[in-house]
Structures are given as C-alpha cells and as structure tokens.
C-alpha cells in the first residue's frame, strides 16, 4: 500500500509550519499554542518544505542565546526577536511522498528513529504528518 493510500485509513498527526523568516520567538509562541507538537517544519512562500527545526534544537538555540546575554551587553529579547529559523532549521529533512510504499517508509522511520514523518505531494508541499505507531498498526495487518 502506499502512503497516499494509507493517509485515507490512519489518524493524521497535527504539525506547525512556519516561513522561514519567522523568528524564534513566534515559534516559541505557536509551539505554545500547542505543546503535543516535536518541532515546525519550514516551508517556503509556496508552502513546499524547506526544513525542520525539532523542539530541542529550538531550545538549545534559545538557552545558547541567553547564554550570549549573560557575556555581552545585547538582551536575550532582542536577540530572539532577530533570530529567524532560516538560520537555525535543518534542510535535511527525512519525508515521505504519497506513492512510496508504507511498508518501506515504515522501515525508514525505525532506521532513524523518527516518531513522525510528513508525507508531501509531487509539488513538496507537506499532505500530511503521519505517526510510526498509527502506520505500524496498517503495515502490520
């Protein structure tokens, strides 16, 4: 089966997109907004994905921020209100398209302990966020 096949027959996961220009401190405000999501995925002005930034490496970017106000005279606000995700988000990011094999996709996110994965359609624009338990659960029957 593929995925697009599967997204008709399992529970899709919530997930945030944001530009790219977007600064932390407005990912900080939306994740908050909703505090079950792992992390954003960026998109561009077309709504394709250009990257992911996970939860952790958010906050590890805020406290390396604080961290800079604590030996410099700039202030933590100011420093997040300037940080946009372009420059922190990964641009390696682990997707699924609609006509790969869900069995396969399946394996791809046991391989790199993914607990979610977007599903994109042909343009790249994300369709999707899938869990690895809801697509065990079809794979498996």
């Keep these: 089966m593929n995925m ?9 996961l919530p997930y945030l997109t944001l530009p790219g220009t977007a600064t932390m401190e407005e990912a900080v405000c939306r994740l908050s907004e909703n505090q ?9 002005e077309d709504g394709r994905l250009t990257g992911n930034l996970t939860l952790g ?3 590890k ?11 410099s005279i700039r ?3 100011g420093r997040a209100h300037h940080d946009q995700l372009s420059e922190i988000v990964s641009k390696y990011v682990i997707y699924a398209k609609a006509e ?5 996709i399946l394996q791809r996110m046991v391989d790199y ?20 338990l ?8």
Excluded: C, F
């Design 57 to 59: 490496v958010l906050v």
């Design 100 to 104: 790969d094999d869900s069995a396969k």
């Design 75 to 77: 202030s933590h606000n």
């Design 36 to 44: 079950h999501l792992r992390g954003i995925y960026v998109v561009d």
């Design 61 to 71: 970017n805020l406290i390396s921020t604080s961290d800079v106000v604590r030996h």
């Design 4 to 12: 697009g096949d599967a997204l008709t027959r399992i529970r899709k």
């Design 113 to 132: 302990g993914l607990k979610e994965i977007p599903v994109l359609d042909d343009t790249g624009k994300i369709l999707a966020n899938v869990g690895i």
């Design 134 to 141: 809801d697509l065990w659960q079809l794979v498996s029957h």
